[in-house]
């Protein structure tokens, strides 16, 4: 979290929403306080005298607790009784960050809990930096489920999200010698205070073995699974507080065991050693995220992970079901609906499927009949490489039976949809069918969620657009209604109110205390954007965040930055597409121009990079090695006055994200265009007064429908010019010869000059744009990207200019509240109503 200056009078500078009389705000100071010292003392079991300060956090979250665990069994009671309708969304990442700040501040306890502790002599951002961030997902994505889980909850959206308690969550990034380190990611090491067990839900899964078919009396032949081995899920409950306690939502995550039956089969064939092994095998499950790398198919264990939370899942929402419904699935489809968040948990289709047909007595027909009406597939990419396909004998040996049943969908597909439309077409049937044939034939999981689901969705306009017309265009004329756009959102709570709490106390005064569950308040800031008073305490807000960042700039890398200079900033994780070295190579080209002439009249600026590789990723590896040795070089050259400063910050993450943000002037989203699906970032930052300076791609697009394109920096080929570039030969040599900018900074590259005695390190960043033809078109979009610097210097040196772009940007963001996309949801795929908790 951003330190908050503890302010002299809490009510003026406070967060909480009604002005509470001052004694009964002292009364709610006094009982937080009392209740974290009992808890310190019979929870936790230490003394003030001498507990850690881990010990504190422990203490305040038991605290925070005695309410929220009260509101989630409200909550859950109430949708028991009523039997309603609800979602669940299944996810194998939610990247939900730190917890304890966010549930006060939704508990709107944050500014009680704050002066309680200050009583006692603590500073509660300290105490809360001793929360590991709970990060259980790669990137965008994860990110994306865990504001939904925030939106839901606040909504009152009767949910449930599901997926992995995974050991150790997306890996630690260091930096040595410039270079990226990968390090494990315990997070709950010795338990979390956040998390409670749920041994009474625990879920058995069957894997492996194979099937076999049996003729019953009446002649008809069924399949049986014999399974070879069974793993045990273990469910891990995480509340999710709606703000201002409106619902608590829960947020199951499976954790694999091995179960005793399964060790005992295999002691009784006299191997207790392997019996061991075989455990183990059924604990990795749960072991460890996978970064997304180049999905190089033939990993088991992803495919087993996916397995294992969807089947965990799905007895677990059929055995509520049938609480009240008895094993009539008459109604299910009316009771439940299923989001598949991208493919991951595809698996779950021919696992419901299964469930009904072989365990409920269904017929195919049936059971195909509720899957088609529960599930919806979500699309967040279309980077070929990124598109799930698992080869068939994966399949053949953990899911046979599973294998059956696609087939089976496949057949009534190709034979009965496809035929249809396209009689005798076997080109279209090879190209819609689930199995890529070839020489390892896969099953595309994407194809499978498309012929399943009643609507699939991209998360912007311009990606849901591409994913209709450019990667299912058959599908589409299928079933032109089947597709849709539910633009992307973020958490207000998280990414302004708990993270800014300057810009919220504006707000607070300006839009009201509603703005963060109505964010189009917000726009009532617009009318002040000319307003030298208002321009004033904006910028002053954002001079105060620049400030604390500074500060953690200097701590985390040991490097000074003048908070007056511009901070401009890229942070997510590190893609050729995002190109992150476009940025790079613009900072040769200022670097090289203030050598030639240091007194050359720009602002000085500070460039701020976050981002982690895939660890198998080694260009992206290399694109941080490369910043970090530019970067120091750069950082302690005298000779250019300090007008320019690269810094690359470690192990990025949700909670370096909340400090770095808010203190933001420039916003870089540089993805080439039709390659970034939405972005998120780019939402957070323009709530914080960042100008987007970027390309038209994904929600860019629709931010500066909203900000202005006038109050953003826009540069770079469209989706269209990119494809016609791209369908006409696309030459980046001719780039590289024509402009001898650019050649002498790639030249430059290769010398010696930013790694001493070590010439070539980084050449393999000129390669990638030149030998092997620049697939994201970084040459193309150069000379327009550097253009676009130079017109965000010359505005940033016109300091009202800045200050009323910045407010209009923060204050016209409304419509990315993911509250909003919930109601599209909720509306438009869900049909789904929200619900008072009793
Ligand atoms: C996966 C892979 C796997 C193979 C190697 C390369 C690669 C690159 C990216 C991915 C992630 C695909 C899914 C994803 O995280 N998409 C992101 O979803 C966000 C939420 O919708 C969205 O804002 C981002 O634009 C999108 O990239």
């Known amino acids: 979290m951003v330190t908050k200056s503890t302010p002299k009078k809490t009510t003026t500078q406070s967060n909480a929403v009604k002005a509470a009389p001052a004694a ?16 310190l003392r019979t929870t936790i079991g230490t003394s003030p005298a001498k507990a850690s300060k881990l010990a504190w956090w422990q203490a305040v979250v038991a605290a925070a607790n005695e309410d929220i665990f009260g509101r989630l069994t409200d909550t859950q009671e109430t949708h028991a009784k009523n039997d309603t309708r609800a979602v669940h969304y299944l996810s194998a990442e939610f990247l939900m960050g730190r917890l304890t700040i966010n549930n006060l501040t939704n508990l709107e306890k944050f500014d009680i809990a704050r002066d309680a502790l200050k009583e006692l002599g603590l500073d509660i951002n300290e105490v809360c930096e001793e929360e590991p961030d709970m990060a259980l997902g790669n990137g965008g994505l994860g990110r994306l489920a865990a504001c939904f889980m925030d939106s839901l909850a606040t909504c009152k959206y009767p949910c449930v999200g599901y997926g992995i308690h995974y050991e150790n969550g997306l890996f630690r990034q260091e930096i040595r010698g410039g270079k990226q380190v990968e390090r494990p990611d315990s997070w709950r090491e010795y338990g979390s205070p956040l998390e409670v067990c749920r041994p009474e839900s625990i879920q058995n899964v069957p894997l492996g073995g194979y099937v076999d078919k049996q003729t019953a009396p009446d002649g008809s032949v069924s399949s049986v699974w014999h399974p070879a081995t069974i793993i045990k899920g273990v469910p891990w409950d995480i509340p999710v507080v709606g703000y201002r306690g409106s619902s608590v939502a829960i947020l199951r995550l499976w954790e694999s065991r091995s179960t005793e039956q399964f060790n005992w089969d295999v002691f009784n064939a006299g191997g207790y050693v392997d019996a061991q092994a075989e455990k183990s095998l059924a604990e990795t499950v749960s072991k460890v995220l996978y970064p997304n790398d180049s999905t190089e198919a033939g990993k088991e264990l992803r495919l087993t ?29 009316k009771k439940i609906v299923i ?20 365990e409920e007595g269904l017929s195919f027909d049936a059971a195909w009949d509720i899957a088609q009406k529960s599930f919806n597939y979500t699309n967040h990419t279309l980077l070929p490489e990124a598109l799930e396909k698992w080869p068939v004998y994966i399949f053949e040996k953990l899911l046979p039976r ?18 249809k439309k396209w009689p005798g077409n076997n080109d279209i049937k090879a190209k819609l069918s689930i199995i890529e044939e070839g020489e390892c034939r896969k099953v595309r999981m994407a194809n499978l969620c498309v012929i399943t689901s009643g609507k699939v969705n991209g998360v912007a306009k311009i990606h849901s657009k591409l994913v209709k017309e450019d990667l299912f265009p058959e599908y589409a004329e299928l079933w032109p209604n089947k597709f849709c756009n539910v633009t992307n959102g973020v958490t207000p709570r998280r990414w302004l109110l708990a993270c800014n709490p300057g810009l919220a106390n504006i707000y607070n005064e300006v839009s009201g205390k509603d703005w963060p569950l109505n964010l189009d308040e917000c726009e009532k ?23 604390v960042l500074a500060k953690t700039i200097k701590e985390l890398v040991g490097v000074d930055v003048d908070p007056n200079a511009m901070f401009d900033v890229q942070v997510k994780r590190l893609h050729e597409y995002k190109r992150q070295h476009l940025n790079l190579l613009y900072i040769l080209s200022l670097y090289k121009s203030l050598l030639e002439n240091p007194d050359m009249d720009i602002p000085a600026q500070v460039f701020i990079f976050g981002a982690k590789a895939a660890p198998a990723y080694t260009l992206a590896k290399d694109i941080i090695y490369a ?32 400090k770095i943000i808010p203190a933001a002037d420039i916003s870089e989203q540089i993805s080439t265009a039709g390659y970034e699906a939405s972005g998120t970032s780019n939402m957070k930052f323009a709530m914080n007064g960042a100008l987007t300076l970027g390309t038209m791609d994904g929600a860019n697009i629709e931010i500066v429908e909203k900000a202005g394109i006038e109050n953003n920096i826009i540069f770079g080929l469209s989706v269209e010019e990119v494809q016609s570039l791209k369908a006409n030969g696309y030459n980046s040599w001719d780039y590289y010869n024509s402009n001898s900018e650019l050649k002498s900074i790639l030249d430059w590259l290769d010398t010696d000059y930013f790694t001493p005695g070590q010439p070539g390190v980084l050449s393999s960043i000129k390669r990638s744009l030149l030998d092997n033809g620049d697939p994201f078109l970084v040459l193309a979009d150069f000379a327009s990207y550097k253009d676009a610097h ?25 419509i990315f509240s993911s509250d909003r996309s919930m109601h599209d949801y909720a509306r438009d795929i869900w049909n789904l109503q929200s619900k008072n908790v009793d």
């Open 627 to 658: 910043i970090n040795a530019v970067g120091d070089k750069i950082n302690n050259d005298l000779r250019i006055k300090g007008k320019l400063k690269v810094v690359f910050l470690p192990n990025y993450r949700v909670s370096l994200a909340e």
């Open 790 to 814: 130079q017109r965000a210097q010359a505005m940033f040196k016109d300091k009202q200019r800045w200050a009323k772009a910045a407010m209009i940007n923060s204050a016209t963001m409304g």
């Open 402 to 419: 599973h294998l059956e049943i696609i087939y089976e969908i496949n057949y009534h597909f190709l034979n009965d949809v496809v035929e």
């Open 525 to 547: 800031l617009k009318k002040f954007a000319d307003n030298k008073d208002y321009q004033d305490r904006f910028m002053k807000v954002k001079h105060d965040n620049k400030v």
């Open 339 to 358: 989001q598949l968040n991208d493919t991951h948990p595809t698996i779950a289709i021919p696992e419901l499927m299964r469930l009904l047909i072989d």
């Open 305 to 333: 992970q996916q397995y294992f939370f969807c089947a965990c899942s799905l007895r677990d929402i059929l055995r509520r079901y049938n609480r009240t419904h008895h094993h009539d699935y008459s109604e299910f489809a």
């Open 24 to 39: 009964d705000y002292k009364q709610s100071v006094a009982k937080f306080k009392d209740s974290v010292l009992n808890h």
